[in-house]
């Protein structure tokens, strides 16, 4: 008697175990910059970046300090494409960062991501970018930018040839994590700007927000190994333009 009930007691335990490791992984958040087929919105990145631009109202405050810049927000894509948990992750200030979060809370559902032909959960992060221009008085007005940028009124935005897949496929092969980032333990999202040229060559690279630990360094080199990209587009014609991107640097675990 006492070993069948000992029997069933270890059934229950083993029972138990495996539900909550199936649960821990329909649990588990992805980063969208390690997977093979991350999280998309409908129609594309020129489709995200046209719907903040039709829907992105310019705080009175910000553009009466002439406050501009990237905000970078991030938020979860879950398994049936809704958006949820976004938070803003560097602020401006005067406004933009709640303008932000309230036009990304108006997005319609993303086509979700999938690891190993399953659809997971997926952490995912961008840049609003808030451009005032110059009016005719010289001073920031509210408008289209000369330089087109990540939240302009564009036809076509800047691209990396055969898509983001390619682009973070390149990442992974050419980034060398730094010495000093793996001694000291130093993980996280590098985030980088740049010009895309009319050409599309790449100048003018940035770091917005290191980490440091050599990190920071290592984007940039790798941002300058990368090909020529396919250009913005204004009317018709291939024109300047501004991008930003997050490098992820993430160690494995032990």
Partial sequence: MKKL???SLFAVLLLTLCLN??????????SFVSMKHPPTYPGGIAALYKFLAQNIKYPKEAAEKNIQGNVFVSFI????????DIKVDRKIGGGTDEEAIRVLKMMKKWNPGTENGKVVKVAYNMPVKFTLYKGSSGKPALGKDKVASNGSQMKNQPSYPDGVQALY???????????EAVTK????????????????????????KGIGGGADEEAVRVVKLMKKWNPAEK????????FSLPIKFTLAAK
């Fill in 77 to 84: 894509v879950g398994k049936d494409g809704s958006v949820s």
């Fill in 235 to 242: 009317d018709g014609k291939p024109v300047r333009s501004s």
């Fill in 185 to 208: 333990n130093i993980q996280g999202d590098v985030f980088v700007s740049f010009m895309v040229e009319a050409d599309g060559s790449i100048k003018d690279i940035k770091v917005v």
């Fill in 5 to 7: 009930i000992f029997s």
């Fill in 169 to 179: 496929k390149f990442l992974g092969q050419n980034i060398k994590y730094p010495k």
């Fill in 21 to 30: 490791e199936t649960k821990a992984q329909d649990d588990k958040v992805y």
